[in-house]
């Protein structure tokens, strides 16, 4: 299922989660200039170098040519956040893109700009822990994270808290037809929970980091949720904040 737009309009224009996307898309661009596998070699939230504090230098390229030594672009453990901002390919980011656009304006309208930017960064670090826990279990600690997914999990979840009746136009592929169908968002949201879930379960990730998701999602679900709610944050916006 893939949502196109909800019916949720907003007081006034997401500044927010419009610079999130364009510094996505920057980053992207950068990535193409650099190469994909580099960018995500050097950006990429390292499990090693969260835990470790510790740099660990990549080798791009083989051993026959040799290769290039490729150190992190900011000191360690600070890659998570610029793994937020670099993701694995086009569809990747235009996915990514999609989802904070349709969900994070109605939040960032919501909590407040400058509460926003913290909120989107929270979850996406939260996420990005998550993950990390997973890797110490698997033992997997030097495989690279990408991608604003966490953080936009925890967008999901917010909104999920704050617009559970909300409609979405979403488009739901049945075989080899193509439905446009409205859904409650906290359908459309449940469905999705789901999908993060049993690729877990039944051991199929894939290299998708679906902990993360997970840990974003739970992260900006349970921000709103303890923190008062809708009602807690809606008084008339005159400020940045």
């Given at each position: 299922?893939?949502?196109?737009?909800?019916?949720?309009?907003?007081?006034?224009?997401?500044?927010?989660?419009?610079?999130?996307?364009?510094?996505?898309?920057?980053?992207?661009?950068?990535?193409?200039?650099?190469?994909?596998?580099?960018?995500?070699?050097?950006?990429?939230?390292?499990?090693?170098?969260?835990?470790?504090?510790?740099?660990?230098?990549?080798?791009?390229?083989?051993?026959?040519r040799?290769?290039?030594?490729?150190?992190?672009?900011?000191?360690?453990?600070?890659?998570?956040?610029?793994?937020?901002?670099?993701?694995?390919?086009?569809?990747?980011?235009g996915?990514?893109?999609?989802?904070?656009?349709?969900?994070?304006?109605?939040?960032?309208?919501?909590?407040?700009?400058?509460?926003?930017?913290?909120?989107?960064?929270?979850?996406?670090?939260?996420?990005?822990?998550?993950?990390?826990?997973?890797?110490?279990m698997?033992?997997?600690?030097?495989?690279?994270?990408?991608?604003?997914?966490?953080?936009?999990?925890?967008?999901?979840?917010?909104?999920?808290?704050?617009?559970?009746?909300?409609?979405?136009?979403?488009l739901?592929?049945?075989?080899?037809?193509?439905?446009?169908?409205?859904?409650?968002?906290?359908?459309?949201?449940?469905?999705?929970?789901v999908?993060?879930?049993?690729?877990?379960?039944?051991?199929?990730?894939?290299?998708?980091?679906?902990?993360?998701?997970?840990?974003?999602?739970?992260?900006?679900?349970?921000?709103?949720?303890?923190?008062?709610?809708?009602?807690?944050?809606?008084?008339?916006?005159?400020?940045?904040?």
């Amino acid at each position: 299922m893939i949502p196109l737009k909800d019916d949720n309009p907003t007081a006034r224009t997401p500044v927010v989660t419009i610079a999130l996307i364009a510094a996505n898309v920057v980053a992207f661009l950068w990535q193409l200039s650099v190469g994909l596998e580099v960018s995500v070699l050097r950006g990429g939230a390292i499990p090693y170098e969260i835990l470790t504090f510790s740099d660990v230098v990549s080798r791009f390229g083989d051993g026959v040519r040799g290769g290039v030594q490729l150190p992190a672009l900011v000191p360690p453990p600070f890659t998570i956040l610029t793994s937020m901002f670099l993701h694995g390919g086009l569809v990747h980011l235009g996915g990514n893109m999609l989802f904070l656009w349709i969900f994070g304006n109605n939040v960032e309208d919501v909590l407040g700009r400058g509460r926003f930017v913290a909120f989107y960064l929270g979850c996406g670090i939260a996420a990005a822990l998550a993950q990390v826990g997973v890797s110490v279990m698997t033992g997997d600690l030097l495989t690279p994270m990408v991608g604003a997914s966490g953080a936009i999990a925890g967008v999901l979840g917010a909104y999920l808290a704050l617009f559970p009746g909300a409609r979405v136009l979403t488009l739901v592929p049945i075989f080899i037809f193509i439905q446009l169908v409205w859904l409650p968002a906290g359908l459309l949201i449940g469905v999705w929970v789901v999908l993060q879930v049993l690729p877990m379960l039944f051991g199929a990730a894939g290299g998708i980091a679906y902990m993360a998701h997970l840990g974003g999602f739970i992260a900006g679900y349970g921000y709103v949720r303890f923190t008062g709610g809708r009602a807690r944050w809606i008084r008339p916006r005159r400020t940045w904040w």
